[in-house]
């Protein structure tokens, strides 16, 4: 009985590895703060740019 539950346990555990290979996770990747702050300050001179000056 403990031959084949370890073979059984190990089977199942490969399985599940694959299964989880297959089917990626729709969460969106990282970005650090420090990221997030440096893409906001260069969205930021972007549209600054584009904005014609009114006089």
């Known amino acids: 009985m403990n031959r084949k539950k370890k073979i059984y346990t190990k089977l199942k555990a490969k ?6 290979k297959m089917h990626k996770s729709n ?3 990282y970005i ?3 990221e997030r702050a440096l893409l906001d300050e260069q969205e930021n001179q972007d549209t600054l ?3 014609p000056e009114a006089q």
């Open 15 to 20: 399985q599940k590895k694959a299964n989880a």
């Open 27 to 29: 969460k969106p990747k």
């Open 32 to 34: 650090s703060k420090a």
């Open 49 to 51: 740019n584009d904005e």
